[in-house]
């Protein structure tokens, strides 16, 4: 059974830092492609972050120089590491692994920014 949890979600000022993990079981971590998501109320669900199997990242342009995605293949693990949050950066964060024509979501983490 392939379950991918989040955790890490809550609550934070603007300017503020929170780190989000992914535990991921049940796949052969290190072949897939992974990334992080983000849905607020009202729109679409967006990619923040992406890391291949080979470690190549990539970014949305509102949080480039702001988070950073790694990934730990001993541990199974993926993280995103969230700085000078704002309030848009409010949402549901999703995990989700990739490959070929297999894809996984967890069930998501509340990510809130607010004074």
């Known amino acids: 059974q392939v379950q991918l949890v989040e955790s890490g979600g809550g609550l934070v000022q603007p300017g503020g830092s929170l780190r989000l993990s992914c535990a991921a079981s049940g796949i052969i971590f290190s072949i897939y492609g992974m990334g992080w998501y983000r849905q607020a109320p009202g729109k679409q669900r967006e990619l923040v972050a992406a890391?291949?199997?080979?470690?190549?990242?990539n970014y949305a342009d509102s949080v480039k120089g702001r988070f950073t995605i790694s990934r730990d293949n001993a541990k199974n693990t993926l993280d995103l590491q969230m700085n000078s949050l704002k309030p848009e950066d409010t949402a549901v964060y999703y995990c989700?692994?990739?490959?070929?024509?297999?894809?996984?979501w967890g069930q998501g983490a509340q990510v809130t920014v607010s004074s």
């Open positions: 989700n692994g990739h490959w070929t024509t297999r894809e996984y």
């Open positions: 890391i291949s199997s080979s470690g190549r990242t």
